[in-house]
């Protein structure tokens, strides 16, 4: 299984960017998906997951009310909207997937990461 995101970048605080993850390799569908966060000095975090349907939502404390997890199955393709982002959002941020469960803590498959820099 491959997934490859994209769409990190820099963005002044308060605005906000959208990561996509493209899906290959297995049946995107059976699959329910998250991302996870790495800031600098710390460790990975989880941020958001939904299920292989889109019908149910996770997400961590520190970005509920202001990032979105969406999925178009046939696209195989998972995003999150990121809105007004905080210095603190700063991160690399990781693709994975797994079951349900799984994907919310130790996914069975991650991608290679994308850099989101959030400046003051």
């Known amino acids: 299984v491959q997934l490859v995101e994209s769409g990190g970048g820099l963005v002044q605080a308060g605005g906000s960017l959208r990561l996509s993850c493209v899906v290959s390799?297995?049946?995107?569908?059976?699959?329910?998906m998250g991302w996870f966060r790495q800031a600098p000095g710390k460790e990975r975090e989880f941020a958001a997951a939904?299920?292989?349907?889109?019908?149910?939502?996770y997400y961590a404390d520190s970005v509920k009310g202001r990032f979105t997890i969406s999925r178009d199955n046939a696209k195989n393709t998972v995003y999150l909207r990121m809105n007004n982002l905080k210095p603190d959002d700063t991160a690399v941020y990781y693709c994975?997937?797994?079951?349900?469960?799984?994907?919310?803590?130790?996914?069975?498959?991650w991608g290679q990461g994308t850099q989101v820099t959030v400046a003051s």
């Open positions: 994975a997937a797994g079951g349900l469960q799984q994907v919310r803590a130790t996914p069975a498959y």
């Open positions: 390799g297995r049946t995107f569908s059976s699959l329910a």
């Open positions: 939904i299920s292989w349907n889109g019908d149910s939502a």
